[in-house]
């Protein structure tokens, strides 16, 4: 069965990096981009930006241009998100999701979410 | 980038009601809307895309309407299991906002 499995909690320091993985298992890696969306806590999901498994071009929020970083790696059918100068606004519980490429359809598929907390 | 405006923010409501969320977007996005319904400490799941058609598995008792800047989630007859919070997403251009959520609550 298709799955999203994200990899498990972080706590970072302000000014660290964080890197978060997606492994995609049980459908073809490459059919689908990805999108990765964030959740701070008690608030509303914020879109951060989408990769393409095929070739790996990205498209990024402004808000996030110059501090994440997604990139993939076909053998191992994996996505990861990294995301540097970290501040405490970043605490947040991080998404992968995958889109169907040539559909009309949405995120049809999402991780279990990684939660990343920021704090000295 | 478009913005998206979900009204209202909390619905407080009863089973067996009838319930509409709305969600505007700041310019048109044609038919590019989802929507999806988010349950405490879980992922969000798609419920509608491209603003009326229903993922597989869902109830038909969700339907969405609407093109170009004001959409709708309509839910008849509520059940125990959709007091949760939906949200809208639009992906018409990138940044591929959401709107604010709405809850709802049991009355």
């Known amino acids: 069965q298709e799955q999203l499995v994200q990899s498990g909690a972080e706590v970072k320091k302000p000014g660290a990096s964080v890197k978060v993985s997606c492994k995609a298992s049980?459908?073809?890696?490459?059919?689908?981009?990805m999108h990765w969306v964030r959740q701070a806590p008690g608030q509303g999901l914020e879109w951060m930006g989408i990769?393409?498994?095929?070739?790996?071009?990205?498209t990024y929020a402004d808000k996030f241009q110059g501090r994440v970083t997604m990139t993939r790696d076909t053998s191992t059918s994996t996505v990861y998100m990294e995301l540097s100068s970290l501040r405490s606004d970043d605490t947040a519980i991080y998404y992968c999701?995958?889109?169907?490429?040539?559909?009309?359809?949405?995120?049809?598929?999402w991780g279990q979410g990684t939660l990343v907390t920021v704090s000295s | 980038d478009i913005q998206m405006t979900q009204s209202p923010s909390t619905l407080s409501t009863s089973v067996g009601d009838t319930v509409t969320i709305t969600c505007r977007a700041s310019?048109?996005?044609?038919?590019?809307l989802a929507w999806y319904q988010q349950k405490p400490g879980k992922a969000p799941k798609l419920l509608i895309y491209?603003?009326?058609s229903l993922e597989s598995g869902v109830p038909s008792r969700f339907s969405g309407s609407g093109s170009g800047t004001e959409f709708t989630l309509t839910i008849s007859s509520l059940q125990p299991d959709d007091f949760a919070t939906y949200h809208c997403?639009?992906?018409?251009?990138?940044?591929?906002?959401f709107g604010q959520g709405t809850k709802l609550e049991i009355k």
């Open positions: 491209k603003a009326s």
């Open positions: 999701a995958r889109w169907e490429v040539g559909t009309d359809d949405a995120l049809d598929y």
């Open positions: 049980g459908y073809t890696f490459t059919s689908y981009y």
């Open positions: 997403q639009q992906y018409n251009s990138h940044p591929y906002n």
């Open positions: 990769i393409n498994p095929t070739g790996g071009s990205t």
């Open positions: 310019q048109s996005i044609s038919s590019w």
